[in-house]
């Protein structure tokens, strides 16, 4: 596995996995979805491992998706075929997988964590964020009703989730703690420390008791319907990118640069 893209070190029973694409503030590749995805599958087969930490080097958590318009523009024919297949695999298939590896995760959250970015925060089981962080999705500017893994309804209740989806405002820490979808807010200094002390923490318990509470969590929501859901959610999303074909012959609707202004507000 490239260490370019992403960085992988265990110690203390603590697999610490970190974006490592601060030139673009972590923005998302195919390639860096990829080697996150290794080092995902890593930290789960190895028995020395008992939590793992996912962070990011420099100025931001993650900008979200890598969108480059010169890759449509080269593009004679969209397919939502070939949408589906790449969207299925890496957005919502890693996000589930990642969610289901039965150790507990946690997510060191700093700056921003645009659309995108909730797709690796999200399936963590804890987040731990800086005091400048701010989550969102300003896709509905794209028009698209939201990015492919759907954790907004259940992350923060349903008339929440609308307000954030329909404006694409931000969610800043302390607004995300009070709705408990971060579980502590610290200085940004301090990040790095106290994800890892309460790395340690859970690490001192015993692994297979971590794996049954994990499982006990995850398997309360499932009855409730999560995983089903944001499996339907994608196929809503994936009529997004068809309904924009046909009305501009590209997956999505707007001029990026709007968007992109809104995205800049954010990481100021």
Avoid at 46 to 73: C, Y
Avoid at 183 to 195: C, Q
């Amino acid at each position: 596995m490239s260490t370019d893209l992403v960085l992988h070190d265990v110690a203390d029973g603590i697999a610490t996995i970190s974006l490592n694409r601060p030139d673009v503030h972590n923005a998302q590749n195919m390639e860096l979805l990829d080697e996150l995805d290794a080092a995902w599958t890593r930290a789960a087969d190895d028995p020395e491992v008992r939590v793992i930490v996912l962070r990011a080097n420099g100025k931001h958590f993650s900008a979200g998706h890598d969108i480059d318009p010169k890759t449509w523009d080269n593009k004679d024919k969209w397919l939502v075929s070939d949408i589906y297949e790449v969207e299925a695999r890496r957005y919502v298939g890693y996000s589930l997988k990642w969610r289901n590896i039965p150790k507990p995760s946690i997510a060191a959250v700093h700056g921003v964590c645009i659309a995108g970015g909730l797709l690796l925060a999200w399936p963590c089981d804890l987040i731990v964020a800086a005091d400048n962080a701010r989550f969102s999705d300003p896709v509905v500017a794209m028009g698209i009703g939201g990015v492919e893994y759907h954790g907004h309804t259940w992350e923060l209740g349903a008339r929440l989730a609308k307000e954030i989806l329909f404006t694409g405002r931000a969610i800043h820490a302390d607004e995300a703690l009070a709705i408990r979808m971060v579980n502590k807010v610290v200085a940004r200094d301090e990040l790095d420390s106290a994800t890892r002390e309460l790395a340690l923490q859970i690490a001192a318990k015993h692994p297979f008791a971590l794996r049954a509470a994990k499982r006990a969590v995850n398997q309360t929501l499932d009855i409730q319907g999560f995983t089903t859901a944001v499996q339907s959610v994608f196929d809503i999303h994936q009529l997004g990118h068809a309904h924009a074909i046909s009305e501009t012959g590209q997956p999505v609707m707007m001029a990026l640069d709007g968007m992109k202004g809104e995205v800049s507000q954010q990481k100021r």
